[in-house]
């Protein structure tokens, strides 16, 4: 439990991780006020409902694009819940212009494979 709002982590890479296997904890994020979810392949359909209940947005990475997206994050502002390990913690990114990004469910309730 070191989390931390100071900067003291060098970033290499940003890459997308399997989103489903977060199914179970994005209405919980979402509800502490996560507007976007960003990750790689589907969701269920509770997280399309946790995005529409908060009007939020769950959108895909490229893969392949770490270095891209890399290039994009101007400051690793904050990280909590560091239990989860380094991969799945919560990351606050200050970023410029980050993508590029597909929308796959939207704040609506609409989902990309409709």
């Given at each position: 439990e070191n989390d931390s709002n100071e900067s003291k982590y060098k970033m290499v890479a940003v890459g997308p991780t399997t989103s489903m296997r977060m199914n179970p904890y994005?209405?919980?994020v979402l509800y502490m006020g996560a507007k976007i979810i960003i990750g790689n392949g589907g969701m269920d359909d509770s997280v399309r409902?946790?995005?529409?209940r908060n009007n939020a947005v769950y959108v895909v990475a490229t893969g392949g694009c770490a270095a891209l997206y890399f290039d994009k994050v101007n400051e690793i502002k904050g990280v909590n819940w560091l239990d989860l390990g380094?991969?799945?913690a919560i990351w606050d990114l200050d970023v410029d212009s980050f993508g590029p990004l597909?929308?796959?469910?939207d704040s609506k309730g609409n989902s990309l494979y409709d």
């Open positions: 994005e209405a919980d409902e946790a995005l529409k380094m991969p799945e597909i929308v796959d469910m």
